[in-house]
């Protein structure tokens, strides 16, 4: 068993690596305008973010899986050093074209970090204590989505946009030396058959779809070869996914959920959520930089509005479906109020108010916190045990695969409207030659212009971004229309019990139904077991026991005869507190005592103890009844191994009597 320091130490280290990965989502919007002013290529702006979720995504199974069949210590090792690399190369990068390659290869490294983490938390915390560190990793995404924009502002200012990168090293090179030195090797390995193929066409076909909605109309025109080509290569290669798909022993995502309702309602909300979230996450900064003329610090207090908006109404549904059960009207409530600021958006002007922004981005932020939580509840508590892994990780998917082309999306209205509106702006006001290339490249040369040349100009820019949410309001809506479509029935409990780290942000899985449902219980048993659990264990088993004494014997029972020292130690007491309950046990003729100290059962103490672990396991049971246990070995065989990993837990020793 580890120590306290060592496990604190190594989950340290796990966390950093997981917060550096999703700060990556965020924490350059807020830096882009400068990167663009520094490097050119206002037009691939929108790369910058989308290639580092679109590689982060596509890549997340790959590395699960891997992380089980070679071990996740390695592979968690190397997720570090790719993200490091890519780090670097995007602080060196000299334009666009570099940035947006070594983004895509900092993400390969992100999604990486993000998966292994959590899987590694299986491997190195008690089963009684998973759930509580489970919530404290959900904890990192809903802080780095908060902090991320806040934090490229303030390096912005007062260092270079180059450490929004660069910042990553130091930090990485810490987590990946305490990974190497202090995580241990073992872990429990599992053959996968990896479906190469469908990853290969799934993340091929995205990146053309992704590609064609950024250069259709602004780079090409619609009916260019280029475009054209595109959408053929992406329909051919979803194509071959779906076909691939179909012979694959474990799918990245099986064809037959996409045979069901709700799997298919909820992954067109997640898509516009992404779409919604990751689009104004990239634009107002630009808007607030270059139109408003805040600084980067200042643009990302701008966005606090919004991203605490979605922390807290993500809090508040998640705690208000666990106890009601009921959700539906989550996502019809969201999805309509995400449309509402969107539409407010689109009438942002240069001289729009601070209050009046501030109160646009709250609504937009309260709409889609009230629609993330509920997706992933929605997709798991409606398919079968066989399908809940894949089933978890497709509704991610579909959500980081919206904020994908959200952004592309918005690049491309935006800077086909910024055209078009120059245009008409060279018709009314003398502009210098080459100035309309120039201010589309680095919106900073506005700064230089006459007055009355530079109001003109900031008008465009402002129009041009007001568009991006006028198009995106009508997308909301369509998830508005299907989010009645989604059928309520009644929440299993383990579905109950979802983390907020799976339903904020963008934050992928790649977990399988057998862990899906373990997580679950980890969460439920440590709610259960922190209110007064012995005592009533010791009623239900028909014992007239303190609860102190129980616990001893379901220590005892579950992990063999220990000293008394060592017991007292794990229980966190004194020797002499503690003997009482032994003295108690020993005089019941349920525990015996060595002469060299170490308690033991008795035969009536392990009749006793298999009493404590039967009943563990009945209500575990009960929590899970609703997966049909009796049907599925795995959970058979969980429900057998489980109640003697929870049991005689330190981290729930009764404080009192």
């Known amino acids: 068993m580890w120590r306290t320091g060592g496990l604190g130490l190594v989950l340290g280290a796990l966390m950093l690596g997981m917060l550096l990965a999703a700060l990556d989502q965020t924490i350059v919007s807020t830096a882009l305008p400068t990167i663009v002013s520094d490097l050119g290529g206002l037009g691939e702006l929108s790369w910058v973010v989308t290639a580092y979720i679109l590689s982060s995504t596509v890549s997340t199974p790959l590395w699960g899986k891997l992380g089980d069949q070679y071990g996740r210590k390695k592979l968690f090792q190397a997720a570090i050093v790719v993200f490091l690399v890519g780090s670097a190369l995007c602080g060196l990068a000299r334009n666009m074209g570099e940035l947006i390659g070594f983004r895509a290869l900092q993400g390969l490294g992100g999604g990486g970090l993000m998966v292994l983490a959590q899987a590694i938390v299986g491997d190195v915390v008690p089963v009684r204590e998973r759930g509580r560190y489970q919530g404290f990793f959900g904890a990192v995404f809903a802080v780095s989505s908060v902090a991320g924009p806040l934090l490229g502002g303030l390096f912005v200012d007062h260092l270079s946009w180059h450490w929004v990168f660069y910042v990553n090293l130091p930090i990485g090179v810490l987590a990946l030396i305490v990974i190497s030195t202090a995580l241990p090797s073992g872990t429990e390995r599992t053959r996968h058959a990896i479906d190469y193929l469908g990853m290969a066409f799934l993340g091929g076909g995205a990146a053309c779809l992704v590609l064609m909605a950024t250069w259709g109309g602004t780079a090409y025109p619609w009916g260019d070869p280029v475009v054209v080509g595109l959408g053929i290569a992406a329909a051919a290669l979803l194509a071959l996914w779906w076909q691939a798909e179909k012979r694959a022993r474990e799918p990245v995502l099986p ?29 107002m900064p630009l808007f607030l930089q270059v139109v ?35 959700y539906k009207v989550f996502p019809i409530l969201g999805t309509a109020i995400v449309s509402i600021g969107l539409y407010l958006l689109s009438h942002v002007r240069e001289d729009t108010s601070v209050l009046r922004l501030s109160v646009y981005l709250l609504v937009l932020g309260v709409g889609i916190g009230l629609v993330m939580q509920v997706l992933v509840i929605v997709v798991q508590n409606a398919v079968g045990f066989e399908d809940l892994g894949v089933a978890t990780s497709g509704a991610t998917f579909f959500r980081l695969i919206g904020g994908s082309f959200g952004v592309a999306i918005a690049g491309s209205i935006f800077t086909s409207r910024l055209t078009d509106d120059l245009v008409r702006l060279s018709r009314t006001v003398s502009i210098p030659p080459g100035m309309e290339r120039a201010v589309q490249s680095d919106p900073t040369v506005i700064q230089r212009l006459p007055p009355e040349t530079a109001t003109a100009f900031l008008a465009a820019y402002s129009d041009a971004i007001a568009h991006v ?79 102190g004494a129980v616990w001893l014997l379901a220590r005892l029972g579950t992990r063999g005869p220990q000293a008394g020292t060592e017991l007292a130690e794990r229980a966190g007491v004194t020797v002499e507190r ?63 191994r489980l109640p003697r990993e929870l049991l005689g837990s330190a981290g729930d020793r009764p404080r009192n009597g």
């Open 255 to 283: 064809p037959r959920l996409f045979g069901m309702r709700v799997f298919n309602v909820a992954s067109l909300i997640g898509f516009v959520v992404g779409f919604a979230m990751f689009g104004p996450l990239t634009y």
């Open 292 to 326: 408003q003329g805040v600084s980067p610090t200042a643009s990302g207090f701008h966005l606090l509005p919004m991203m605490g908006g979605m922390l807290v109404t993500s809090i508040v549904s998640g705690q208000i479906i666990t106890r009601s059960g009921r």
């Open 469 to 547: 949410f006028l198009y995106s309001a009508p997308v909301a809506l369509v998830a508005f229309a299907a989010a009645w479509l989604l059928p309520e029935v009644p929440l299993r409990e383990t579905t109950k019990a979802a983390d907020l780290g799976e339903c904020y942000g963008a934050a992928p899985t790649e977990r399988s139904s057998l862990a899906e449902v373990e997580r679950g219980l980890w969460r439920l048993a440590d709610a259960d077991m922190r209110r007064d659990y012995y005592r009533r264990l010791s009623d239900m088993a028909g014992l007239d026991l303190p609860p």
């Open 578 to 640: 503690g003997r009482p309950y032994a003295d108690l046990l020993v005089a019941r003729g349920l525990v015996r005592r060595a002469g060299d100290g170490v308690l033991g059962l008795t035969r009536a103490g392990e009749q006793v103890a298999d009493r404590l672990v039967a009943e563990a396991r009945e209500g575990l049971r009960r929590l899970i009844r609703d997966w049909n246990p009796e049907e599925h070995p795995r959970l058979r065989e969980l429900l057998q």
